[in-house]
């Protein structure tokens, strides 16, 4: 049942509620408690989706409906960290999200972390979904693009940028 919540809610955001608070032109978010300036890509919307507190922002690209969503908490301690990601990804292959590349070390910009890549299907949509993991500064980030398969490279390098232009305090 969880596992049917969390693909209704991917798809349902991403597809099928396209105008849900959506805001163009969108200024740099500014997130205090995690010490992070979050950049809008230029041709995207800033989203605001009810039902995650950990959901920084997201923004739609508007003429594909892909979507790049920044997560943040707090860590208790830096071992924490590995927990979360971990748990995160179990969740990800207990939905139905088949492993595409990775996990890879990598580097975006100044952060080193965790690229992993997944596929996703359902209803004839093919998903690619692109999660960049990584801690700065006692927070645990995930940057996460969910993106139409054929689409996926033509716009994973804002994905880059968004996460290159990241700025921490």
């Not at 597809?15 to 010490?35: I, K, R, W």
């Not at 997944?118 to 692109?130: C, E, H, K, M, Q």
């Not at 995930?142 to 490279?153: K, L, P, T």
Request: charged letters at 15%; proline letters at 4%.
């Amino acid at each position: 049942m969880q596992r049917c919540a969390l693909v209704f809610l991917l798809l349902a955001s991403l597809f099928l509620l396209p105008g849900a608070a959506t805001a163009q032109n969108a200024a740099p978010v500014v997130v205090e408690s995690l010490g992070v300036t979050i950049h809008p890509p230029a041709g995207w919307n800033e989203s605001r989706m009810a039902g995650n507190e950990k959901s920084l922002v997201a923004y739609v690209h508007t003429d594909t409906e892909s979507q790049i969503e920044v997560l943040g908490t707090a860590l208790e301690s830096p071992e924490v960290a590995s927990v979360l990601f971990d748990t995160f990804h179990q969740q990800l292959s207990n939905s139905d999200f088949v492993l595409f590349a990775g996990p890879k070390e990598s580097q975006l910009g100044a952060y080193n972390g965790t690229l992993t890549e997944y596929a996703f299907s359902a209803d004839g949509i093919n998903l690619r979904v692109s999660v960049f993991s990584f801690v700065q500064g006692g927070a645990a980030f995930f940057v996460i693009g969910y993106f139409r398969a054929e689409e996926r490279d033509a716009l994973y390098p804002t994905f880059e940028k968004l996460v290159e232009k990241l700025a921490f305090s």
